[in-house]
């Protein structure tokens, strides 16, 4: 299923700040990623702009929370907008976190993470089968970051998205920023990890720097990619059948002069391994 996915190239997660800037570089920029849930329930104002963004560019609906680890199932009422959502644009697909963000009918807010056990395997499984009676685009899943070891894992983080990505035939939104912080916070093997990824299910990366702070790396997606995340895009670019790169740049804006550069950088990358034209 992932084979024949459209090759996207390289974008970028659409913000408002830089609007403007999207549509003066339009040539340099390929497809672009949308917080889904910035256009539910939307104003006049922001269905004009979903409609003026999907008259120019490719968009791929990225939600925040879908919630497909809640134990108490999905919200269906937020289903049914994701699912108008997609019907709107028609993606090639659409994505979410692996992870939770409501417990016990409150919404907590950020993206937690989920035990590595075969139970919550299993929420994931049933969760994602009711949100495909709504939704049949396909749907990749996106690693997150965490900063506490959930007690009780009874795989390793490698291990609990491989099972997850198979269980369900989803594809794999591998955000390679996520990875190296998770990687640089726990201590964990890299290279061990990235032999056992299951390299056919990759179909979009995300990229962007974050910050130290307290001796902890945060995926703040508030400075320019460094050099660490620069070689592991690579390093997947050259070996997963990866059909686009978003950089995703939510704080601490720059120039986008400065983005662009970052977007021509991936974008060589992905010619060199014959990724994209």
């Excluded at 970028?12 to 990623?33: M, N, S, T, W, Y």
Aim: charged fraction near 25%; hydrophobic fraction near 40%.
């Amino acid at each position: 299923m992932f084979t024949s996915l459209p090759t996207l190239g390289v974008g970028l997660g659409f913000r408002e700040p830089f609007r403007a800037d999207v549509f003066l570089h339009r040539g340099q920029i390929d497809f672009l990623e949308i917080t889904a849930d910035h256009f539910f329930d939307g104003s006049s104002e922001k269905e004009r702009e979903l409609d003026l963004l999907a008259a120019h560019f490719t968009l791929i609906p990225h939600g925040l929370s879908l919630s497909l680890g809640s134990a108490e199932g999905v919200d269906i009422s937020y289903v049914r907008k994701f699912a108008e959502l997609v019907r709107r644009l028609k993606p090639p697909w659409w994505s979410d976190h692996i992870a939770f963000t409501r417990a016990g009918g409150v919404e907590i807010g950020h993206l937690s993470p989920l035990p590595f056990t075969r139970e919550a395997v299993e929420v994931l499984c049933r969760n994602l089968a009711e949100v495909r009676q709504w939704i049949d685009a396909p749907l990749i899943l996106e690693n997150i970051t965490y900063t506490v070891d959930i007690p009780g894992a009874e795989m390793s983080e490698v291990e609990f998205l491989t099972e997850v990505l198979e269980r369900t035939d989803c594809g794999l939104l591998l955000d390679v920023t996520n990875l190296h912080t998770n990687a640089t916070n726990h201590g964990y093997d890299l290279s061990a990890f990235l032999e056992n990824l299951p390299w056919e299910r990759v179909v979009q990366l995300h990229f962007v720097g974050g910050h130290q702070k307290d001796g902890i790396l945060v995926d703040s997606h508030s400075q320019p990619t460094p050099p660490e995340v620069w070689s592991l895009l690579d390093t997947v670019i050259a070996r997963a059948p990866v059909k686009g790169v978003i950089l995703e740049r939510d704080e601490n804006l720059p120039e986008f002069e400065e983005l662009l550069g970052e977007l021509r950088q991936a974008r060589s990358i992905g010619k060199k391994h014959g990724r994209w034209p």
